[in-house]
């Protein structure tokens, strides 16, 4: 026989996902609450809510990847001026080339 959990109301719900929401941790609202962290948190991700650490986690991935996006569009544009300055180059010299052919 299936064994069924507790049934909590969709207001309960509401309230544990706003203390969450509003920056306390999932082991604190649980543990004041009377549920269990993992019922809280899978509230929590129904609702697109995070914990404080998981905010912080998500914000330091992001700022690692701006930083890295940054470093690539440095590195983008130097190669970029680079093959310009190989460009005017290989231009002059097919000009200077193809002038020494007509006047031969």
Not at 32 to 43: C, F
Not at 48 to 58: D, I, L
Not at 76 to 99: F, H, M, P, Y
């Amino acid at each position: 026989m299936a064994r069924r959990g507790i049934r909590y109301t969709a207001e309960f719900v509401r309230e544990c996902v706003g203390m969450v929401d509003a920056g306390r941790s999932y082991y604190s609202v649980a543990r004041e609450r009377g549920v269990s962290t993992k019922t809280l948190r899978g509230w929590c991700q129904k609702a697109g809510v995070f914990s404080p650490t998981q905010k912080a986690a998500h914000a330091y991935r992001e700022s690692c990847m701006s930083a890295a996006r940054a470093e690539e569009i440095v590195r983008l544009r130097c190669e970029n001026e680079d093959l310009r300055r190989q460009l005017s180059i290989l231009a002059a010299t097919v000009a200077q080339l193809a002038g020494k052919h007509l006047v031969a």
